[in-house]
T-cell receptor, first 115, second 112 residues
Framework: KQEVTQIPAALSVPEGENLVLNCSFT??????LQWFRQDPGKGLTSLLL?????REQTSGRLNASLDKSSGRSTLYIAASQPGDSATYLC??????????????FGKGTHLIIQP | NAGVTQTPKFQVLKTGQSMTLQCAQD?????MYWYRQDPGMGLRLIYY???????DKGEVPNGYNVSRLNKREFSLRLESAAPSQTSVYFC???????????FGPGTRLTVL
């Protein structure tokens, strides 16, 4: 059974710092890996999707990398801002769009950016 | 284009009561999902629907039923609510050809 682990569980840093969130998964037979952002009391918003054949994706100050063979992904946030404060979730799927198994999620990293 | 919508946003039930959580998407997607999110457990799949009229059980289907009567709507029913079903319920749908998952805002359910 696929298991996704995110480290650290919580992180608090001053504004302006660059930071890295880590995600690992036990079964390398994935189709996609996605990073989501969840604000308190809200739904999930997809930030970046990396297909298994890709190594990284970038969107603005966010960069996500994927090392499928080692079962690892990192989300790099450059020049962090208080508005980046949220919970970041990593999820993998075995089939395009999720299939019957859906996505397998990590428990998230709760990020606080101090002004 | 509202994306994925869910109703109600909040609900409090007594043990044994029944209710239906509604989900609708206006993106013309085929697949839809129901997840529950619990503290310390992450999100877990309850049910999946590949298309209108088809549904499959996920990781934690016990105590739930679903209905996919048309392409837009996917409902989740609790026939006899239990305190263990206190959770936040999310509906999602992946984009066709992009695989990006679109989530609704969630329904926060408390069973007393």
């Amino acid at each position: 059974k696929q298991e996704v682990t995110q480290i650290p569980a919580a992180l608090s840093v001053p504004e302006g710092e660059n930071l890295v969130l880590n995600c690992s998964f036990t079964d390398s037979a994935i189709y996609n890996l996605q990073w989501f952002r969840q604000d308190p009391g809200k739904g999930l918003t997809s930030l970046l999707l990396i297909q298994s054949s890709q190594r990284e994706q970038t969107s603005g100050r966010l960069n996500a990398s994927l090392d499928k063979s080692s079962g690892r992904s990192t989300l790099y946030i450059a020049a962090s801002q208080p508005g980046d404060s949220a919970t970041y979730l990593c999820a993998v799927d075995r089939y395009s769009g999720g299939g019957a198994d859906g996505l397998t999620f990590g428990k998230g990293t709760h990020l606080i950016i101090q002004p | 284009n509202a994306g994925v919508t869910q109703t109600p946003k909040f609900q409090v039930l007594k043990t044994g009561q029944s209710m239906t959580l509604q989900c609708a998407q206006d993106m013309n997607h085929n697949s839809m999902y129901w997840y529950r999110q619990d503290p310390g457990m992450g999100l877990r799949l309850i049910y999946y629907s590949a298309s209108e009229g088809t549904t499959d059980k996920g990781e934690v289907p016990n105590g739930y039923n679903v209905s996919r009567l048309n392409k837009r709507e996917f409902s989740l029913r609790l026939e006899s609510a239990a305190p263990s079903q206190t959770s936040v319920y999310f509906c999602s749908s992946p984009g066709e050809g992009t695989d990006t998952q679109y989530f609704g805002p969630g329904t926060r359910l408390t069973v007393l």
